[in-house]
């Protein structure tokens, strides 16, 4: 007897069949299409096939990015009109910190100047570009500088491995999972943060970055260049090294380049507002059920 069911996520198991009720869900993107080899092909088969059609039996969908809609609408052939854009926003840790604040978390920050990761390791996360951009840009600069990979997975012995390839393990630290008090701190004193993923349906470590000041290099991949707007160094390739150890150097080298971009970050941020998305994902439910 509900008027309305909200799914979060949509899967095959969510149960909207023979359901009175209108019906909506949160779908945000299409990983498993653009890096397909890094999920299981019933992953695969279920996003691809199944979830398509379980959009359809939708009264509404909302997503995150006006690049995910417009696939949704050509692709899955979802009226647009039943597709509304929420886009995600930040958390209000994530920001300037004052230099005490900085001062009392020194002890998780190098003391050498380091070029900043963070994530859960996944090859879709793309190491060989973090790690190899990285190499390159030491290679040619001989730059006394480190690569931090933060989050669960990048201190694993396939990481660390990684790292030996590249011939850096010398110059890589990955602290394993950090929480979000250490993650900014790490943000607000990096040189610059390096996101060059293959699939993101909105890419939060971008904006997180911008919020505490940090410039950002990332992958001119599906919905990132809507997200970052001309606040970051985007990557039309994400396996090309060079490019990326060109644009460390850039930053590293152009501080007026480097200012730019950080101010240009806080003025994006300001796009993404929580009270914003959820005042319209209730308007459209209230305009479901009248």
Not at 242 to 259: G, K, M, P, V, Y
Request: charged share 25%.
């Amino acid at each position: 007897n509900f008027d309305l069911i909200h799914y979060s996520p949509l899967s095959v198991f969510a149960p909207i069949w023979k359901l009175k009720a209108k019906k909506t869900a949160t779908v945000h993107g299409i990983e498993e299409v653009l890096y397909p080899q890094g999920y299981s092909f019933i992953h695969r088969f279920h996003d691809t096939k199944i979830h398509p059609l379980y959009m359809r039996a939708m009264d509404g969908i909302a997503t995150v990015s006006e690049t995910s809609k417009n696939y949704f609408v050509e692709k899955y052939k979802i009226k647009p009109s039943n597709i509304i854009v929420t886009y995600n926003a930040l958390s209000e840790e994530y920001r300037l910190l004052t230099e005490a604040e900085k001062k009392a978390a020194s002890k998780e920050i190098p003391q050498k100047k380091y070029v900043l990761h963070i994530s859960r390791y996944s090859k879709r996360k793309n190491p060989d570009c973090i790690m190899g951009g990285f190499a390159k840009y030491i290679t040619k600069t001989g730059d006394d500088i480190v690569l931090v990979c933060a989050g669960k997975g990048w201190d694993s012995e396939e990481a660390l491995l990684k790292a030996e390839h590249y011939g850096i393990k010398d110059r890589y630290i990955a602290p394993g999972f950090i929480d979000t008090k250490t993650a900014v701190a790490l943000l607000n004193s990096a040189l610059v943060f390096l996101f060059p993923s293959f699939a993101e349906g909105f890419g939060m470590p971008n904006i997180e970055a911008m919020a505490a000041g940090c410039p950002v290099i990332t992958s001119a991949i599906f919905a990132i260049p809507e997200i970052v707007a001309d606040a970051a160094v985007l990557l039309p390739d994400p396996r090309d090294q060079q490019s990326c150890a060109d644009a460390i150097e850039r930053i590293n080298t152009n501080e007026n380049f480097r200012l730019d971009l950080v101010q240009k970050g806080f003025n994006n941020i300001k796009r993404f507002d929580w009270n914003q998305s959820a005042n319209k994902l209730i308007n459209f439910w209230k305009n479901l059920v009248k």
